[in-house]
């Protein structure tokens, strides 16, 4: 987990909730692969002008589709243990199996500012 577990443990400290999108691998896989061939088909700049490549996004040793095939499963079961953890008492968990729960859930959320009429 590297520095992402030392940045979440000073953000869940923090926070109040942490939403949990727990989508099915297939899903997962799917929008990464679609992502990358977009990133790497648009020359699309990411951090301090870096670029994805096919062969760095797929066949190289850090490759994102390689890492999510690695840790889907350590993930699915790490988060439940590290919600339950004293120390995260006061985060409420949301969890979303899919896309559409998700979305459903966000369009249910109370907006911060309502609209402005026309």
Do not use: C
């Amino acid at each position: 987990m590297g520095t992402y577990s030392r940045a979440r443990d000073v953000i869940w400290a923090r926070a109040e909730m942490v939403v949990w999108l727990d989508y099915p691998l297939r899903t997962i896989l799917g929008r990464l692969l679609r992502r990358t061939v977009r990133r790497v088909l648009t020359r699309e700049p990411l951090w301090n002008g870096n670029r994805e490549s096919l062969r760095t996004a797929l066949f190289s040793r850090d490759a994102i589709l390689i890492w999510a095939l690695r840790t889907y499963q350590r993930r699915r079961r790490e988060y439940p243990e590290l919600l339950s953890r004293p120390e995260h008492a006061h985060l409420q968990a949301v969890r979303h199996r899919s896309p559409r729960a998700a979305a459903r859930w966000l369009a249910a959320l109370p907006r911060a500012h309502p609209p402005v009429p026309s």
